[in-house]
């Protein structure tokens, strides 16, 4: 039974900007990592997928297999078998970006595994395709896709799948995160509900792409949790603590601040104290990348 396999790295993000009403949408890298490891098995019949790392359902397994056997067959341009595992820092279903960065990661380590040149746009662009298959995306999440695979503040027009600028990320800032326990289902947010909000929206993207990234995090919290219904309290904490930005992350319930380093010990007791989960992580500039194949 031939056997080839690739093993890949990529990183979460977080949202400075959704691209749910508007279709342009900016997120930032972020030093929260997943591997995947994937076997081509040419005469295997279907893709496995196993999660290790978070916290997951048998849904989140079947989307996942849906994705990656969606990367691998557009890479291979064939029907092959596959076994792929993931090992994930990324809570799922919170805003993080976990299924964007769980398709650049199955999508590096695939075009490894199967030797096909494919160049970094592309191969984000079949990652987005597989998402939207695999329903873990409203848009496809072609800022997200982008930031966790090059890292830094990515702007991009969703609709069109066009990166419109890539910048470095501050990287003598932290990152806090707040993850409350409970999940968020996308299948059941109203993007006409959404779209509602598209006017304020085009001003946080307006204020990103001006470079004014900390300002639109912020607004852009705002805007979405009016939108979606979400408490503003976590990302009001957060700021009365120091932070100099901070809003839900997606379509949340995930809250993201920025801070100093002198005010992250501050930031982070404020958010602990709600209940949940806090992450303390880092600015992420750097690229998705392959780790090894054969």
Known sequence: MLKMWGRAEAYGAISVVNAVATGLGCSLGVGLRIEAEVKIIEEANGVEVRLEGVEHQLADIESSKIMAQAIIEALAKRRVGAEVITHSEIPLARGLKSSSAAANAIALAAKAALGERV???????????????????????????????????????????????????????????????????????????????????????????????????????????????????????????????????????????????????????????????????????RRARVLASG
Do not use: M, W
Not at 207 to 212: D, F, T
Not at 213 to 224: F, K, Q, R, V
Not at 228 to 245: N, P, Q, S, T
């Open 119 to 285: 160049d970094d746009l592309e191969l984000v662009k079949i990652g987005v395709n597989a998402a939207i298959k695999a329903k873990v995306t409203i848009t496809g999440a072609f800022d997200d896709a982008c930031a966790s695979y090059f890292g830094g503040y990515c702007l991009t027009d969703n609709t069109n799948l066009k990166l419109l600028r890539r910048e470095e990320g501050p990287e003598d800032l932290e990152v806090v995160i707040y993850v409350p326990e409970e999940r968020l289902d996308k299948q059941k947010i109203s993007k006409e509900i959404v779209e509602r909000f598209k006017p304020f929206a085009l001003q946080a993207f307006k204020l990103a792409s001006e470079g004014r990234y900390l300002e639109a995090l912020t607004i852009n919290g705002l805007i979405y949790s009016a939108a979606l219904g979400f408490d503003v309290r976590a990302a009001a904490e957060a700021i009365k603590h120091g932070a100099l930005a901070a809003g839900l992350s997606g379509t949340g319930p995930a809250v993201s601040a920025l801070c100093k380093s002198e005010n992250v010990n501050e930031v982070f007791s404020a958010l602990r104290s709600l209940g949940g989960k806090v992450i303390l992580t880092k600015v992420n500039n």
